[in-house]
């Protein structure tokens, strides 16, 4: 009944913002008269109802995962390991066809909106007790020990997200949303599932190689069906050998960078911008 609950919920508010576009399309077509500064507040109001709805469906995809939990002391057992990578990936995935879908613009002011609310809802934590404890009934079978007192994953994840989309070229930044997505949590599958030799703090040879066969498989994957699609000029002159051997180096190199939250990096954060600072080598190495 509480997930059908919640399902009606999301539908009910998304009606409204269809309705409320509709009739904003409507106004401006009936009447010609309409100012520019008018339809500049409408636009505007548009692109809070879509940033706000973006927010919404990255939350409410988290606070669905709860749903599948049958473990209720779920932080000490494997269950948690699984439905964090579920929670990194699909996170990752509604952000990615996010960021695809709409423009450049609403998809770098989506995602500043996003990293600042977790942002403030971290503060307003530290402020206020009761809400404090609201927070941990909901979401706490997400969050690390680290992460029930300090910021979350997704603070993280989504400045990683706006500042490769505000400093790269879009396909770029799109990569290295992929990469994060993947990578990450299965380099920590195969690190828990396949033992190996660790050669750095946290690091596994099984979870490396597994980051960098999964990110390449993905990488040729997104540019068969998006990049050739949109024509990417920087690709022209690369070969699927050349991409693919990239791609795998690339996402290791990524995944083993410096992420100590001594230093307050987070991988979360480092990874998307590392596989940006890399690609963006790349391309520039096989332009010259």
């Not at 309705?19 to 548009?46: G, M, R, T």
């Not at 960021?99 to 206020?128: E, P």
């Not at 997400?142 to 070229?169: K, M, N, T």
């Not at 795998?248 to 954060?269: H, T, W």
């Amino acid at each position: 009944m509480q997930v059908s609950y919640q399902i009606e919920k999301f539908k009910y508010i998304y009606q409204l913002i269809l309705i409320f576009q509709i009739n904003i399309i409507k106004l401006i077509i009936s009447n010609k008269q309409v100012n520019s500064q008018l339809v500049s507040q409408l636009v505007f109001q548009k692109m809070i109802l879509e940033i706000l709805g973006m927010i919404a469906l990255v939350v409410g995809f988290n606070y669905s995962l709860k749903f599948i939990k049958r473990n209720d002391d779920v932080q000490n057992s494997n269950e948690f390991h699984l439905i964090r990578r579920i929670q990194h990936l699909g996170s990752g995935l509604v952000i990615l066809i996010i960021a695809i879908l709409v423009s450049d613009t609403l998809a770098l002011y989506g995602s500043l909106c996003g990293f600042l609310y977790f942002l403030c809802v971290h503060i307003l934590r530290k402020k206020n007790e009761r809400f404090n404890q609201m927070y941990l009934n909901t979401f706490k079978f997400l969050l690390r020990p680290h992460e029930i007192e300090g910021l979350p994953g997704a603070f993280f994840f989504l400045l990683g997200v706006f500042l490769s989309l505000a400093i790269f070229d879009k396909p770029i930044a799109l990569i290295g949303i992929l990469f994060l997505s993947f990578g990450d949590p299965f380099a920590s599958l195969c690190g828990i599932y396949f033992k190996s030799l660790q050669f750095m703090e946290g690091k596994s040879i099984s979870g490396t190689l597994g980051c960098g066969i999964i990110c390449t498989i993905c990488g040729v994957i997104f540019r068969l069906v998006y990049l050739d699609y949109l024509h990417y000029q920087r690709l022209d002159n690369t070969s699927y050998l050349h991409y693919s051997i990239a791609c795998f180096l690339i996402s290791i190199l990524a995944e083993i960078g410096p992420n100590s939250r001594k230093y307050y990096f987070d991988d979360n954060l480092t990874i998307p911008i590392y596989t940006c600072i890399l690609f963006e080598l790349f391309f520039r190495i096989t332009l010259s």
